[in-house]
């Protein structure tokens, strides 16, 4: 997902803007609300800090959201330039089974399923990391940590007890791994957004990328409206 981070000296903190227009057969205003709120809420958490010439800078994440129709979707992704403009497919399914974004790492579109209880499973949590550049982790066996799996951490992962579907399986078998619904933003991984970027030289930073490359209702790119 592409996003504008400003840096606010003066305010010490460095603001990372995004804003989702959801389009698609499923996108409503509690859709659009959950997925914003599920986002913001669990990015702010950690409240993480960065160094800029001695001083510390609090990392901000404000996300917004517009619902809008398919055919405007279409229109708007034909000329945006705009980072902070991302455009997001809501549905029940498609022929993947799960909630995706599109061309790489960063990348301004995707498809996101309603099965996957966005806003309440940190499904849009996870998907908005993977829109800032953020992957799965190397290794995915978390057990032993003591702390709730990390939010880039894919379904299937190694975890302790508690954290597990049913706490009671066997790891790595039915009900013995991650539920989902366990993960945490880290401050790590709010570093890791902005761990390649300049921020002593720039005071208004770019992330992602925008291929703006639309989807249809099954989650194959399409240029026609469907």
Known sequence: M????????????????SKLYLYGFEATEDIGSAIIDEINRMYNEPEAFIDVDGKQIKVI????????STGEAMLRAAVNLNFRN??????KENHITRSFMGYGLGDNVG??????????????AHEFGHCLGLDHPAILDFR????????????GSL???????NPQAIPGEFGGTMNPKYRK??????LLVLKDLSVENDTKLYLGQISNTLFDKTGSP????S
């Open 2 to 17: 592409a996003a504008i981070a400003t840096l606010e000296l003066e305010k010490h903190q460095i603001e990372i803007v």
């Open 61 to 68: 994440f404000n996300v917004t959201y517009k619902i809008i």
């Open 86 to 91: 991302n455009f997001i497919r809501i549905e």
């Open 111 to 124: 498809h996101w399923l309603t099965t996957d209880n966005l806003g309440t499973s940190t499904t849009a």
């Open 144 to 155: 032993g940590s003591a702390t709730p799996p990390p939010i880039m951490a894919p379904r």
């Open 159 to 165: 975890v302790d007890p508690h954290f597990q579907w």
């Open 185 to 190: 933003v880290t401050k790590e991984e709010v």
């Open 222 to 225: 399409t240029r026609w409206i």
